[in-house]
């Protein structure tokens, strides 16, 4: 039994090093690229330590937000579909789970959206990150038993790493559109959605619920209750503590994301 | 000679002091008192000013309320000013008060610090059984101490978020409305925090 562990550990070691040493050689191409793609210098990335990202309010990563009127009714909707709808179900979902199983949960869905991230940091010409992430689902999904359990990140160290479509087509050049309050999804823009939904369809492709719109349906169902049940009270908080909350949580996407966007500060 | 270096290291330990280890002892200050089993069968006003007399030691409160307010801070007048800095201190002092239930023995993992002038920023992790959330303190020098005046939780800063708020209200109905609204907000939270 050790000496198989012994195995296991080996053979999760050569995967990660085949994943390391495939992204290091493309570095130097990446770093010829650096230029044009833009590395460093994310559009939107913000540096708190000089003044002038406090100074103006929210300075470029501040979207045009011409349909107001039709965002903020679009949040009301999210507001009383979460308060009325998601929010109860998923604390009776949370009775019914301990929180570590609902973390596996949530680690599976996560593990299942690894190739789409890896496929997005190719298409950015993050090479490194594409190598790592697909390490990671390699690892994860055999060692993690089909990505329940995270040994990636726990054992490896390798810390997820955001990757998605609206962030290929903001390295592209495509613009944001303006912003945009999806129902059921919550602050998004038009090319961030754009986005979502190309994740999305990408991710379908290959996922095991494909079947029919039945399970389809399901299994988002199952990961928005449990995505739900794991941060339960932290909207009303957030709501709680702010003057419009509608600004507040378009404030917050945009800085949320301009942080998942940035990949220069690889601490851990 | 011994004694020499030793006052030589102090010296150059007070020309520069590390923000992280500042900010350490102050964080361990504040989740001690966070799980000191008294604090939470105090009356939940009383656990509010005790926590903000914590904060306090390390928070200055004045550079925050200016951040918060923009450019529009140097047109306040000093008795304004003062009002605005108690009423935002009062509005955070209210708002965090839950997180004294919410509190279970959490740990603070440091990362790492930039420092760049008199700016810091210490980047910290707060580690949960099931999910770990960054945490960015970003501090100012102030006569050999670091003090924070912005806090930034996955990404989101609290000032940048507060200031985009107040940017509208200020536009709309300028500083009145805005103390206005502040005074509002905080009897809400008063009689939330009173009533349970």
Same mark, same amino acid.
């Given at each position: 039994m050790e000496c198989m562990k012994g195995h296991l550990r080996r053979l999760c070691l050569l995967l990660a090093v085949v994943g390391m040493v495939l992204s290091g050689t493309s570095l130097a191409e990446a770093a010829e690229l650096g230029g044009e793609v833009g590395y460093g210098e994310v559009a939107g990335s913000v540096d708190f330590l000089s003044d002038e990202s406090y100074e103006k !309010?929210? +300075? #470029?990563v501040q979207v045009a937000d011409p349909i107001e009127p039709f965002n903020r009714a679009m949040f009301t909707v999210n507001d009383r579909l979460y308060l009325w709808v998601l929010e109860p179900v998923a604390t009776g979902y949370s009775k019914l789970l301990p929180v570590d199983i609902r973390g596996c949960i949530g680690n599976f869905f996560y593990n299942l959206g690894e190739p789409v991230r890896s496929a997005n940091c190719l298409l950015q010409g993050r090479f490194r990150d594409a190598g790592l992430t697909l390490g990671r689902f390699l690892i994860n999904s055999i060692f993690g038993v089909f990505g329940l359990a995270d040994p990636a990140g726990d054992?490896?160290?390798?810390a997820p790493i955001y990757a998605s479509f609206g962030e290929t087509l903001s390295v592209w050049?495509? +613009? #944001?559109g303006f912003y945009l309050v999806v129902p059921l999804i919550g602050p998004s823009t038009v090319r961030d959605f754009s986005g979502v939904v190309v994740d999305g369809i990408a991710s379908a492709s290959y996922? !095991?619920?494909? #079947?029919d719109t039945l399970t389809t349906a399901t299994a988002q169902g199952t990961r928005t209750i449990n995505r739900t049940s794991l941060h339960l009270g932290e909207y009303v908080e957030i709501k709680s503590m702010s003057f419009d909350s509608y600004v507040a949580f378009r404030n917050g996407y945009y800085q949320m994301r301009s942080k998942q966007y940035d990949h220069s500060n690889h601490s851990k | 000679m011994v004694f020499g270096a030793v006052v030589c290291s102090q010296t150059t330990v007070s020309a520069a002091p590390d923000p992280t280890e500042q900010l350490r002892p102050f964080l361990d200050k504040v989740t001690t008192t966070l799980s000191d089993p008294g604090l939470k069968h105090m009356p939940r006003q009383e656990q509010s000013n005790r926590m903000i007399g914590v904060i306090r030691e390390r928070f200055d409160f004045r550079e925050m309320s200016k951040r918060v307010i923009g450019q529009q801070w140097r047109s306040l007048s000093e008795k304004e000013q003062a009002e605005f800095e108690a009423l935002f201190t009062q509005l955070l002092q209210y708002a965090y008060v839950g997180k004294i239930e919410d509190y279970s023995g959490q740990r603070i993992q440091y990362l790492q610090q930039r420092i760049r002038g008199e700016r810091a920023e210490v980047q910290t992790l707060l580690v949960d059984e099931n999910k770990s959330i960054p945490i960015s303190y970003i501090m100012l020098l102030r006569n050999d101490q670091w003090m924070a005046y912005d806090i930034v939780v996955e990404g989101v800063s609290l000032v940048r978020n507060y200031m985009e708020q107040f940017s509208e209200i200020l536009r709309k109905d300028g500083y009145p409305g805005l103390v206005a609204q502040l005074k509002e907000k905080i009897a809400d939270l008063e009689k939330n925090i009173n009533k349970s």
């Open positions: !309010p929210t +300075g #470029d054992e490896f160290r390798i050049g495509v +613009g #944001d996922s !095991p619920w494909n #079947d | -």
